[in-house]
């Protein structure tokens, strides 16, 4: 995997999240506490600031200091999930190069911390399926987007949703919304197994 | 909203100056964080930390010296401190034997706590923690799976710190939480609801004339309001429903701890612990350790908490006796 193509997706995702984070608020407002965007765009914001200011040499420092930045910068519970992720992912990254490796760990991080399965309604419905669809080898934005789009159908059983109950149905999940972010936004940055 | 502060949102930032202020020869701040920690050194034994978010006080930035905690993690108001900042004072705390976490059950704080942990392994710092789940209210509440954790969070950091400065180990004393928190059991009523500094209006309002119990510490609902009543039938309300918790047998061995919410002043938190002493002798129980005053606050709400630990083991006691070097145990 290319630290330079790495850096560039993070650089890409912040511009994602940035561009959407009134759109991820109020998807939050709905079935959360409608911080999700501020909280994103505050703390992948941080990120890049970050990563000019170390310059990482490695890609598993680049995880390790996104992940940092995202559970200091981000709070609530996206902090510690998507911080999680990362730094799973940096461990990961430390002993391979395989891109399906370094995700499954990150996801295994996001099911650790968040103690959630997959069918929940959180952002792990967006990963197992992208994880999935990359180890058949035919992960595409399609793939993704109806990995997002799915969660809409999903009762939420974790989190803050979980409190609306039936009534969350019909609401896209925030967090799946930006981990569908960061799916497309490495598909653009062209990071890939090789 | 009528408070004495200056911006609502530099709340916590200006009190720790406050506390580093007054109590100087006991703590002091880290830098850029809100960790306060003791100034003693304790070489070679274990670092027992605790923490969550501000709006507590004194926890629990005043339980932080010798025989309690090597250090607090202060977040914002009600809100959970980061991890980066959990593990600041995990690598200031440590002494080389380890560090111990106690964390009352919120989501928030159980997730931010355990991410620290995490990142302390990847430096080699060897952490252990226990979660604590002691308000027997309700289940499942606006901030937390299970039970959430209050008052009796306190009598944990006493226990553990003393056995901490007693030379116990990490593996000991995750032993001895495991056994000491099953056996803490905290009921409380509430008078008024709190107002957060940057809300500005209470979490939740109660009539003049009205009570609720079982409310949170952050405003979370509780199991039901009625009229307020005299500190007799409240004290018979709360005391019954941890006789049913515990299952009181006669001539078993416990302490108490009335803790006030924020506005109760002290005047009420003796009446009501005169009356909750009344009920306990008549169950036939020995009340070997009482404590009665402002542990773990709520802002301003009014009403309190009565905890209970049952003391399955003479040394629990000898652990709750033993002085410290602290604000405000």
């Given at each position: 995997m290319n630290v330079e193509a790495v850096k560039k997706w993070m650089i890409l995702f912040t511009e994602k999240v940035n561009q959407n984070k009134a759109y991820l608020s109020e998807l939050d407002r709905a079935i959360g506490d409608g911080d999700h965007g501020m909280n994103m765009a505050r703390g992948t914001t941080e990120v890049m600031a970050a990563l000019e200011a170390k310059?990482?040499?490695t890609v598993a420092d680049v995880f390790k200091l996104t992940g940092m930045t995202l559970v200091s910068k981000?709070?609530?519970?996206s902090g510690p999930l998507y911080g999680s992720a990362f730094i799973s992912m940096a461990k990961e990254a430390g002993t391979t190069d395989s891109l399906l490796a370094i995700l499954q760990a990150g996801l295994n991080g996001i099911e650790k911390r968040g103690q959630a399965v997959p069918?929940?309604?959180?952002?792990i419905d967006t990963w197992q399926p992208v994880i999935k669809a990359l180890a058949a080898g035919n992960l595409s934005e399609q793939t993704i987007a109806d990995a997002v789009a799915h969660t809409k159908e999903i009762k939420a059983?974790?989190?803050?949703?979980?409190?609306?109950g039936e009534r969350s149905i019909g609401h896209l999940d925030p967090g799946a919304v930006s981990s569908g972010y960061l799916f497309e936004t490495m598909l653009e940055a062209g990071v890939t197994n090789d | 909203m009528k408070k004495i502060i200056n911006q609502p949102e530099e709340v916590v930032n200006d009190m720790l100056e406050g506390f580093v202020y007054a109590h100087s020869d006991l703590i002091e701040r880290i830098p850029e964080t809100g960790v306060i920690i003791r100034k003693q050194e304790t070489p070679h034994k274990v670092a027992l930390i605790s923490g969550g978010g501000?709006?507590?006080?004194?926890?629990h930035a005043g339980f932080v010296g010798a025989g309690m905690l090597s250090a607090a993690v202060c977040g914002p108001v009600f809100t959970s401190p980061t991890p980066d900042q959990i593990l600041e004072a995990i690598q200031k705390a440590d002494n080389g034997a380890g560090v111990f976490m106690v964390i009352k059950n919120y989501s928030g704080d159980v997730m931010n706590f355990d991410m620290a942990k995490e990142l302390a392994e990847m430096e080699d710092i060897a952490v252990d923690f226990i979660i604590v789940d002691?308000?027997?209210?309700?289940?499942?509440?606006t901030y937390t799976a299970g039970k959430r954790g209050v008052a009796g969070t306190v009598f944990v950091h006493k226990i553990l710190g003393a056995a901490a400065e007693n030379g116990a180990s990490l593996t000991e004393i995750k032993a001895l939480a495991e056994k000491i928190v099953p056996n803490i059991k905290t009921l409380g009523v509430a008078l008024s609801g709190a107002t957060a500094p940057e809300v500005g209006k209470p979490g939740f309002t109660l009539a003049e004339d009205e009570i609720e119990f079982?409310?949170?510490?952050?405003?979370e609902p509780g199991y039901r309001r009625e009229k307020i009543a005299p500190s007799k039938a409240l004290a018979q309300e709360i005391v019954s429903k941890l006789k049913e918790a515990f299952q009181f047998k006669p001539d078993e061995h416990y302490g108490l701890l009335v803790n006030g919410?924020?506005?109760?002043p002290l005047m009420e938190q003796y009446i009501f612990t005169n009356d909750v002493g009344s009920l306990l002798a008549a169950e036939g129980l020995n009340v070997d350790f009482k404590k009665v005053g402002d542990?773990?606050?709520?802002?301003?709400?009014?009403g309190l908490s009565l905890t209970l630990i049952r003391?399955?083991?003479?040394k629990w006691l000898d652990y709750l006796n033993v002085p410290t070097k602290t604000i405000a145990w």
């Open positions: 310059n990482p040499a981000v709070g609530g519970a069918g929940e309604k959180t952002m059983t974790k989190g803050r949703a979980s409190y609306l | 501000s709006g507590h006080e004194p926890a002691d308000d027997i209210a309700v289940e499942d509440s079982g409310v949170g510490i952050h405003g919410l924020g506005s109760t542990f773990m606050t709520s802002i301003d709400m009014a003391l399955e083991e003479n």
